[in-house]
């Protein structure tokens, strides 16, 4: 009798594990099932031309090339902050201390705060500065989301670095400085990972360069021009009637997806070499 | 050069602390601007009224946020009610049963589903779902249905919190020290009895945090519910309506409302509910994983 409980229950738990990666397989498949014949070198190499959205010539090289801008740009703004931050956190206050607490308190709900609520509030901030829908305010808001993600991945592989390593050093005569400086070159895989990542989400995001970013055929040649980005562009030609539009949309779909497959497999890539050279 | 150094370490140690503070003081920025950006329609109206209310007129000044309201909860309810147990199934499989070659090949696989991107979702969703349920489902309840509805919604949504639900379950499993479940195996449990009275009883607080932070994320998702969900103001009376969630609420009009009073305040309410909801349910499930924490350090 409780062998077959045993049984059942094991079936029941291969099955749900089989239907999450037939999941994944479907979302990939119908992505490249859809997308693939529509998927040509004009897609990635071109501007939209004239007539674009009825179906005419022409590519989105406008929705990648914005998307890269905002993506490193936001990357810069959030690495200036969250390594030093981490390294704050986990070196200079000591160990489990109120304020390290408070601030890892607040990174965590910055963490899940949902993105639209970053994009109503990048965009209540730009028009408070006077901004108008640009790179720059694209960057600004993607740099709200992709920080907490960069810092609470950063922190996780900070806090397993093992103690000797600062010890030594600061016994060494080094001052904290100097320590951080040899430190962030033991965590050089960690913070790659990290970094891939947030990329990883910044690209993808919608809802936050919805308001804040703008849409434009053209590449952006200064920060307050409006710049296009990947996902708004497969959102907007998936609401086109023309069906070559929508084509191009599924072509889009394979264009981000193939940038998040490249990501993801790179951070798997560098977080194991990573858990090897770790002391 | 003594000095040099010093006033380095010492410039660098100021810097870092204003980042910190910085980092605090922005959670707090966010959650005021959104509060004084809504603060004159709840001036104007009553906080109660606007959230009970099933009247939507901008133009006319009726800002009834009842059936986003309801819309939001129906989605992410569904989406909880499928994912929880396919992912508890599937992480207890992972922690307790799964040699390491299947461990190791599953963990890329919730990566993946975790980095795709919520556009992708809502792609896919209008691809597969929506005619699933056009067509299939729907016509053995209702006579007519788009398929843009709440079970579309909660289909898609679901697949979007799965893993973050093994994620967080698969740490918390973790989290039980080996020697109780040993203990259980060599009094002559089978697996299976050891998870049922060791592991799932041992990691339910654990469970619950997950699945509270799970519904703080589908609450606020955004694209790819806009996407599948119709979009039509009204108070869902089946899974088969087209429904409104809050995020795409303020997705669709924010930018455009400007000319009309107040609906920029009405929307910054939505915003700012969002805002109290991920607040409220992370501080709770916080509490919670610091409960467990604390109660496994020294077993």
């Keep these: ?81 969250s390594v030093p931050l981490v390294m ?33 509030f990048g965009f209540a901030l730009m028009v408070y500065l006077g901004i108008k829908a640009s790179l720059i305010g ?44 040899v430190l962030i070159r033991q965590l050089m895989p960690g913070l790659i990972t990290a970094i891939l990542l947030a990329i990883g989400r910044g690209i993808g995001d919608a809802a936050t360069v919805l308001f804040t970013a703008g849409y434009t055929d053209n590449i952006p040649s200064s920060l307050t021009q409006p710049a296009a980005t990947l996902p708004l562009s497969i959102f907007f030609q998936l609401g ?38 770790k002391i | 050069m003594h000095r040099i150094r010093a006033i380095k370490d010492k410039t660098a140690r100021h810097f870092m602390l204003g980042i910190a503070i910085f980092t605090i003081l922005f959670l707090i920025v966010i959650g005021l601007s959104l509060f004084f950006k809504a603060l004159p329609i709840i001036k104007e109206k009553n906080l109660w009224e606007l959230l009970t209310s099933a009247n939507w007129k901008p133009s006319k000044g009726d800002f009834g946020f009842l059936p986003y309201i309801i819309s939001t909860i129906y989605v992410s309810l569904i989406a909880i009610l499928i994912a929880l147990p396919l992912s508890i199934l599937t992480s207890i499989y992972l922690n307790s049963y799964a040699s390491k070659n299947i461990r190791r090949f599953f963990e890329p696989v919730v990566d993946l589903l975790s980095g795709i991107p919520p556009v992708i979702y809502g792609v896919w969703g209008t691809l597969t779902i929506v005619p699933l349920i056009s067509n299939k489902i729907a016509p053995n309840f209702v006579e007519f249905s788009t398929g843009y509805t709440v079970l579309a919604g909660g289909i898609v949504l679901a697949v979007m919190i799965i893993p973050l639900l093994i994620s967080i379950m698969v740490e918390v499993f973790r989290s039980i020290p080996r020697e109780m479940t040993d203990a259980s195996l060599s009094m002559g449990a ?16 654990g469970m619950i945090a997950a699945t509270v932070l799970a519904l703080s994320r589908a609450f606020g998702e955004t694209m790819a519910v806009l996407m599948v969900c119709g979009n039509i103001t009204q108070i869902p009376h089946s899974f088969f309506d087209a429904c409104y969630p809050l995020p795409a609420l303020i997705a669709n009009n924010y930018g455009e409302m400007l000319s009309i009073p107040n609906y920029e305040s009405a929307l910054m309410l939505a915003a700012l509910l969002l805002f109290t909801i991920v607040v409220l349910f992370n501080g709770l499930s916080r509490f919670t994983l610091n409960q467990i924490e604390r109660r496994f350090q020294f077993s």
């Design chain 1, 1 to 81: 009798m409780k062998n077959l409980e045993e049984k059942i229950f094991k079936i029941i738990m291969i099955g749900a594990a089989i239907i999450i990666l037939g999941v994944l397989i479907y979302i990939i498949g119908t992505i490249c099932y859809k997308g693939l014949p529509a998927l040509t070198w004009d897609m990635i190499t071109k501007l939209p031309g004239g007539g674009f959205y009825l179906g005419k010539e022409g590519g989105v090289l406008n929705a990648i090339v914005g998307s890269i801008y905002i993506v490193f740009g936001s990357l810069a703004i959030s690495l200036i902050i």
């Design chain 1, 240 to 277: 086109s009637p023309v069906e070559e539009v929508q084509n191009r949309a599924y072509a889009s779909a394979i264009i981000l997806t193939l940038i998040i497959l490249a990501l993801s497999f790179s951070a798997r890539y560098f977080s194991s070499k990573f858990s090897k050279n």
């Design chain 1, 88 to 120: 704050y956190i986990n070196f200079y206050l000591p160990h489990n201390s109120l304020l390290s607490n408070v601030i890892r308190f607040s990174l965590d709900i910055l963490f899940w705060i949902p993105s639209i609520v970053y994009g109503a």
């Design chain 2, 190 to 205: 089978t697996k299976w009895q050891t998870v049922k009275k060791v592991i799932l009883r041992k990691s339910f607080p």
């Design chain 1, 138 to 181: 694209g960057i600004i808001t993607v740099a709200m989301l992709i920080m907490p993600i960069l810092m609470r991945s950063l922190d996780e592989v900070t806090r397993l670095l093992s103690r000797d390593l600062p010890d030594a050093l600061l016994s060494l005569g080094a001052t904290k400085y100097e320590m951080i400086k």
